[in-house]
């Protein structure tokens, strides 16, 4: 597994990263393991963000200010598109096709990343699984990429371990899904690696591993003198 270097700069400065819609901060944490300098937002709230944050409409945010960073993230509420929500009859804003537009137009790489419900609104997605990255969950996200940054698809474990009901306590040798009203907050942090959140942040976020293997992966596109320390 690739690791980054200890620092990433440009010119004498760490690269910026734009994390949009960023809730509690998972995507913020791989970015930032990966050397990035880390700018969160979104319109509520978020004591738990553990870097920079801005309450802000995300795509306002962005077409104002995203040409000023080297990397823009978003992800866009996915309840659109998730089973749970359809069948409650909740209904939510889908704010897919904006964001896109909004990344676009700053003129910078970025990746727009949402649930599996969404991948046929999705251009080309890469798909990341946990135990691509030692986690132990299958937590499906699918990132599409744009402004010039294209990311490769790692090679799908097969699904050998069995996985806990949804919301159900995770038995010895399972592992656990985290979504909705679950139970084992404790166990949850340790597995997906985010120690800071309670269970709302839990349930939304990607695993830091992820944003990490993205991160290094933007590196060469936007600092092509340094490389990723093996």
């Known amino acids: 597994m690739t690791q980054s270097t200890d620092i990433r700069r440009v010119h004498g400065r760490r690269l910026r990263l734009l994390d949009l819609y960023c809730k509690q901060g998972g995507a913020a944490k791989g970015y930032a393991d990966a050397g990035f300098d880390v700018t969160g937002v979104d319109k509520d709230p978020q004591p738990r963000y553990?870097?920079?944050?801005?309450?802000?409409?995300?795509?306002?945010?962005?077409?104002?200010?995203?040409?000023?960073?080297?990397?823009?993230?978003?992800?866009?509420?996915?309840?659109?598109?998730?089973?749970?929500?359809?069948?409650?009859?909740?209904?939510?804003?889908?704010l897919i096709a904006p964001t896109r537009t909004a990344l676009e137009s700053t003129g910078r790489p970025w990746v727009l990343e949402n649930v599996g419900g969404a991948v046929p609104k999705l251009r080309r997605p890469v798909m990341l699984c946990g135990p691509m990255f030692g986690v132990q969950s299958y937590r499906h996200r699918f990132f599409e990429t744009g402004g010039g940054f294209t990311l490769p698809q790692p090679a799908h474990p097969v699904h050998t371990v069995p996985q806990a009901k949804m919301g159900r306590p995770v038995p010895p040798g399972y592992y656990g899904q985290f979504v909705g009203n679950f139970s084992g907050v404790p166990l949850a942090r340790r597995v997906i690696g985010v120690e800071w959140m309670n269970r709302d942040g839990?349930?939304?976020?990607?695993?830091?591993?992820?944003?990490?293997?993205?991160?290094?992966?933007?590196?060469?596109?936007?600092?092509?003198?340094?490389?990723?320390?093996?």
């Open 50 to 94: 553990p870097f920079r944050f801005v309450q802000a409409d995300a795509i306002a945010f962005v077409l104002e200010h995203g040409a000023a960073f080297d990397f823009v993230h978003a992800s866009p509420p996915c309840q659109h598109d998730t089973d749970c929500q359809r069948l409650h009859g909740n209904d939510h804003p889908d």
């Open 202 to 230: 839990i349930r939304e976020c990607i695993p830091p591993a992820y944003a990490r293997y993205i991160g290094n992966a933007a590196l060469p596109l936007l600092a092509p003198g340094l490389g990723v320390a093996a």
